[in-house]
């Protein structure tokens, strides 16, 4: 089972930048299809970012230009650079991992931006 714990989330300021982190406990070498979710209270959690085992990468519309996602395979861990950061973007963000036929998430980590 692989358990995933995310990091770097907290309070910032319009404009301002936040990296968030996602470790895994296991490698995450041949995990082929990971990213991020954020969600906000009372809607559906929303895809901002993915990325595959070769490098591609997607975006949420919203996040395009500001947000970059990446991997790092020796260190199990992915990443999630926020820049130029909004109050819409505030949410708690959550990292998925797609192994097999099964979905792991991590707890979540709050980003609030202030206006």
């Known amino acids: 089972q692989v358990q995933l714990v995310e990091s770097g989330g907290g309070l910032v300021q319009a404009g301002g930048s936040l990296r968030l982190s996602c470790a895994s406990s296991?490698?995450?070498?041949?995990?082929?299809?990971m990213g991020w979710y954020r969600q906000t209270p009372g809607n559906q959690r929303e895809l901002v970012a993915f990325?595959?085992?070769?490098?591609?990468?997607k975006y949420a519309d919203s996040v395009k230009g500001r947000f970059t996602i990446s991997r790092d395979n020796a260190k199990n861990t992915m990443y999630l650079q926020m820049n130029s950061l909004k109050p819409e973007d505030t949410a708690v963000y959550y990292c998925?991992?797609?192994?097999?036929?099964?979905?792991?998430w991590g707890q979540g980590t709050q980003v609030t931006v202030s206006s």
């Open positions: 998925y991992a797609d192994i097999v036929a099964y979905t792991y």
């Open positions: 296991g490698s995450i070498f041949t995990i082929n299809h």
């Open positions: 990325i595959t085992g070769e490098g591609s990468t």
